[in-house]
């Protein structure tokens, strides 16, 4: 008998053990490389911090690019004001040292290309403005433009002081994904090039063109397009950038269905790379990323109509037995046995759970986290599938109506 | 243009690993539900010995089954029996070809075990309450047989195994003796159920059955 339930139980098992390993093995192989490369010279660099409306964050932003411990002669820290309403230009114009532009309002892919036509360096770093960075980041990062093909590194990306229910899931969130972007890197396979502190080549956008405008995820996109072209993003695990994730639903919500939505139009757009030509990302870290948001979809979809189909008859057996609970509570307690507790779905359930604590101790311990764990953990456990499902489903209901994603 | 590389050796580390892991998986959940299976099995064994030994006091005791004083104690571990059954079932399927075969042994206990029970109610005035229920595993045959299982066990549970001796059949068991109880009840359809010798072939609610007890 067709058992789909069975079928998509054995895939999701055997890819989480496959890719857990896989991942693993490639970590601890080049565990070696995880030292930044030491720097010989030190680059001009021109950091272009595109903002909008970003009145209440600039300030910590641009106090911690001006902290940055770098040569200050080599160092142009450009603000796009792009058409703010609030009082970001003002705020920015009363920093020393930082050039601030102004434009009519644009978008931030308009805010960043503003920048790159009046930046002269050799360098050139996007920075959101509700993010700042640690002091040493720019000397940790610079080391990784060692070979000419390499045309971006990326930092590592946390979330700043992360309170409340919202902040502490995406907190543990980013930390794996401190962990992936690296081995990814490894695998010559980094396809998300973030908005908070990541450094380019300006001699990829004089050639290739600057960041396309009409894009809602430039920072996937551009990523994908130096890959494609053939080049190099590299990672340091250890120049540490924060940003302020959102913290309530709305908010989120909103964020992560303009992601989303830019990884279904991304993937679209470059799928002719999803070949051996370009190596591991082609054959494997891509079409992995497809196949685990499908099979995320597939697993919600079945389990949750499993489970809804489950309360639903425990309703029904509850009303047949005049609601009384306190009867069931004993006999269950009575009757007890582990073995209920046994099976396929409960081993999976353990066995992910295993995985992912392993993961999150190998981010902690190697990007040096401080910060203190508190219930996120336990909270992304029980909630992250679900709540990150749902707004995939919100995602494809945007595509499937053709609704306008905004910013 | 860099050149990139495929970790092709990763890969297939990666690859074998996981299967050995996923086998290992797969090799240990078999195990485990065998060792449930035999273990369901020396359970039905001893049981059969136990009731074997209860019937050969009572042809000892010329009859009179109102001597044997522990005649009720296994009651409950047929009940248990009956749980771990159903448990295996919620859990591999009503079809599962393992569970199917356990079953049967399962029913000839339940009549030898009710046939004493009857015994002793009608020759010794014990007072408790006597179900029999009839059902069928298929879902389409009867819609109603899993809600009607539900009532009797939770009654079962609720007053105690001393007071209801509950008994259920699958009128589709190939067994000639469940077979011979089906047709001596009439049993056309399920849920089918017989309390204290009063036959309800519909669903009955829980308060229609409560009436009917002692």
């Known amino acids: ?407 | 243009m860099v050149r990139r590389k495929i970790a092709y050796r990763n890969f297939l580390f990666a690859f074998i690993a996981a299967l050995v892991l996923f086998l290992s998986g797969l090799f240990t959940g078999q195990q485990l539900t065998s060792w449930q299976v035999e273990n369901i099995k020396r359970f039905e064994e001893d049981l059969r010995t136990s009731l074997t030994s209860l019937e050969l006091r009572q042809t000892l005791l010329k009859q009179n089954i109102c001597g044997i004083s522990d005649l009720g104690q296994f009651s409950a571990e047929l009940s248990d029996l009956g749980k771990q059954l159903a448990n295996l079932e919620s859990r591999y399927g009503k079809g599962d070809n393992r569970i199917l075969e356990l079953k049967e042994p399962y029913f000839l206990l339940e009549i030898r075990h009710y046939l004493l029970m009857q015994e002793a109610a009608s020759r010794c005035g014990r007072d408790f309450d006597l179900i029999l229920y009839f059902y069928s595993n298929d879902p389409k045959q009867c819609e109603e047989c899993d809600n009607q299982g539900y009532i009797l066990s939770y009654l079962q549970e609720k007053l105690g195994y001393d007071q209801v001796k509950m008994y259920s059949f699958d009128i589709r068991s190939s067994s000639p003796a469940v077979q011979t109880l089906v047709e001596l009840h009439h049993v056309k359809n399920a849920p089918l159920t017989v309390v204290n010798g009063v036959r309800y072939d519909k669903f009955i609610a829980l308060e229609e059955i409560e009436k009917l007890l002692s």
């Open chain 1, 1 to 407: 008998m067709f058992d789909f339930g069975l079928i998509l139980f054995y895939l999701g098992t055997f890819l989480t053990l496959f890719l857990g390993i896989f991942y693993l093995i490639t970590f601890f192989d080049n565990k070696a490389l995880l030292r930044d490369p030491k720097i010989k010279r030190f680059p001009t660099i021109s950091i272009i911090v595109p903002a909008y409306n970003e009145s209440r964050t600039i300030c910590r932003t641009l106090e911690s690019l001006r902290a940055l411990n770098y040569p200050q002669n080599k160092l142009e820290i450009i603000v796009v004001n792009d058409g703010s309403t609030d009082d970001t230009y003002a705020i920015a114009q009363s920093f020393r040292g930082v050039r601030v532009l102004t434009k009519t309002n644009g978008g931030k892919g308009s805010a960043i290309n503003f920048g790159l036509r009046h930046a002269t360096s050799e360098l050139m770093a996007v920075m959101d403005a509700d993010s700042f960075v640690s002091r040493n980041a720019l000397r940790k990062m610079i080391g990784h433009f060692r070979r000419d093909s390499i045309m971006a590194v990326t930092p590592t990306l946390k979330v700043h002081n992360p309170k409340g229910f919202w902040q502490q899931i995406q907190y543990v969130e980013y930390l794996f994904s401190v962990l992936f972007r690296k081995i990814f890197a490894f695998l010559q396979s980094v396809y998300v090039t973030p908005g908070p502190f990541s450094i380019y080549r300006k001699s990829f956008f004089d050639k290739h063109g600057g960041f396309d405008e009409a894009n809602i995820t430039e920072d996937l996109e551009i990523a994908l397009r130096i890959q494609s072209l053939g080049y190099e993003i590299e990672n340091s695990i250890n120049a540490e950038v924060f940003t302020v994730a959102p913290s309530n639903f709305r908010d989120l919500l909103r964020q992560r269905v303009r992601w989303y939505s830019g990884v279904v139009n991304n993937m679209w757009q470059y799928r002719r790379m999803f070949t051996p030509r370009n190596g591991n990302l082609g054959i494997f870290v891509l079409p992995v990323a497809v196949i685990s948001v499908v099979l995320a979809l597939a697993y919600l979809s079945y389990y949750g109509i499993s489970f809804a189909q489950t309360v639903a008859d425990g309703f029904q057996q509850m009303y047949l037995i005049n609601f009384d609970m306190a009867g069931v509570a004993a006999n269950y307690v009575e009757h007890f046995s582990i073995l209920r507790w046994i099976n396929p779905i409960s081993m999976l359930a353990v066995l992910l759970i295993m995985f992912m604590l392993i993961m999150f101790g190998i981010a902690k311990l190697y990007s040096r986290d401080k910060a203190r764990v508190g219930g996120g953990l336990v909270l992304y456990t029980f909630t992250y599938g679900l709540i990150f499902s749902a707004f995939w489903f919100t995602t494809l209901a945007y595509k499937l109506f053709q609704l306008r994603v905004r910013w």
